[in-house]
């Protein structure tokens, strides 16, 4: 079993900054890619930015040359560094990792309990 704990969420004012830090934990043999979805009221779950094992990453459109994700493989850490935030930011954010917990097995997908962030104009 892996555990994922989401940390850094809150309110924050248009054009400030905010980090939200991820760890996972458990069984854990290695860990590939790693991610951040979010997820505003009434719309779906939008892909944010996400960290491949070898440091390659991808952005939403709308939040490119904003945020910046990054990972310690050595602490099992994902982090989003969020700047110039706006209010449609505003989101519940989910961390999610793919863990390889034994090499027998296919890596499977986890997700963290989600951490609010609140843009206000």
């Known amino acids: 079993q892996v555990q994922l704990v989401e940390s850094g969420g809150g309110l924050v004012q248009a054009g400030g900054s905010l980090r939200l830090s991820c760890v996972a934990s458990?069984?854990?043999?290695?860990?590939?890619?790693m991610g951040w979805v979010r997820q505003a009221p009434g719309e779906q779950r939008e892909l944010v930015a996400r960290i491949t094992s070898g440091g390659s990453t991808y952005y939403a459109d709308s939040v490119k040359g904003r945020f910046t994700i990054s990972r310690d493989n050595a602490k099992n850490t994902v982090n989003l560094q969020m700047n110039s935030v706006k209010p449609e930011d505003t989101a519940v954010y989910y961390c999610t990792v793919t863990v390889v917990d034994t090499p027998i097995r296919p890596p499977g997908d986890y997700w963290g309990q989600g951490t609010q962030v609140t843009v206000s104009s």
């Open positions: 458990g069984r854990i043999f290695s860990i590939n890619a």
